[in-house]
């Protein structure tokens, strides 16, 4: 907690935090920066292996409300955001950070190596759980809540590997446009969060990531590869009320790499061949 100084701009708010796979995840990140803020929070788990590092993790912020779930699950799901509704009647925010596709999918060419079933397991877990979680979260959610996903620029431009993921994250962009249209009226906000390259458990299972993150560095505005605190600070302002009026985003945290149309020769040479 001592990274993120202690304030209250989430004093009074309560919310879900999917995705919290260990301590280096972004949703992890984000949860301490909401917590410091004054936020309480769930969190949930998907089986015994997960559950054996999150809990110390929530318990670290103060926090013993935690809920086994499997995004591909109706009941699960259903049962999960019961719960929510059982002990605290309503929320005021939803971070959502879970995404998968199988590594047999991630390495390679896009059109030789997705199946089938690794298609509709990517779009499911990575981009309809979105849709299903704010469906059941906004039915229990205080107008003029919020509620932030991930995705990250494989999205918009193609990246070596990332293959269904990015059409999984361009799908889930898209849906975060139409849930914010949807949940507008009742001041309920939903933005994207597009992080740059962190080392995380997900990030490990992308092939060439060695490359992905020293090619980053060298050519994002900043020179630097993102920091899991400037993200966990644009979900605090985008779920606080310092982020009213804005939804329908996709917001990109990444030292400025997706603006570059052509990176400067000399430090990307310099550090490629490191």
């Not at 909401?34 to 949930?44: D, I, K, N, P, S």
């Not at 918009?156 to 799908?171: C, D, T």
């Amino acid at each position: 907690m001592s990274e993120f100084p202690a304030g209250t701009l989430m004093d009074g708010k309560r919310g879900l935090i999917m995705g919290v796979a260990n301590k280096n995840s972004i949703a992890w990140a984000i949860a301490q920066q909401l917590a410091a803020q004054g936020a309480e929070l769930a969190f949930t788990f998907q089986g015994d292996k997960l559950e054996r590092r999150v809990r110390p993790l929530a318990e670290s912020v103060g926090s013993d409300f935690l809920l086994d779930c499997d995004v591909t699950d109706d009941d699960q799901m259903e049962a999960t955001f019961k719960a929510l509704e059982d002990r605290w009647g309503r929320i005021d925010f939803l971070v959502h950070a879970i995404a998968f596709a199988g590594k047999d999918q991630l390495d390679g060419s896009f059109v030789d190596q997705t199946t089938r079933d690794g298609f509709k397991s990517a779009l499911d877990i990575s981009a309809y759980s979105f849709v299903d979680a704010a469906r059941r979260g906004s039915a229990i959610m205080n107008d003029g809540g919020a509620m932030v996903t991930l995705t990250y620029l494989g999205s918009e431009r193609v990246v070596p590997n990332y293959n269904v993921m990015g059409v999984a994250k361009a799908a889930l962009e898209a849906s975060t446009r139409y849930i914010a249209a949807d949940l507008g009226p009742r001041g309920i906000r939903v933005n994207a969060i597009s992080a740059g390259p962190i080392k995380t458990l997900a990030a490990a299972g992308i092939g060439s990531g060695r490359h992905m993150f020293r090619f980053n560095k060298a050519a994002s505005a900043m020179q630097d590869n993102t920091d899991p605190k400037g993200v966990a600070g644009a979900a605090l302002y985008l779920l606080s009320d310092l982020g009213l009026s804005c939804t329908g985003e996709v917001h990109h945290v990444d030292g400025g790499f997706h603006m570059i149309g052509m990176p400067q020769e000399a430090p990307l040479r310099a550090s490629l061949e490191e």
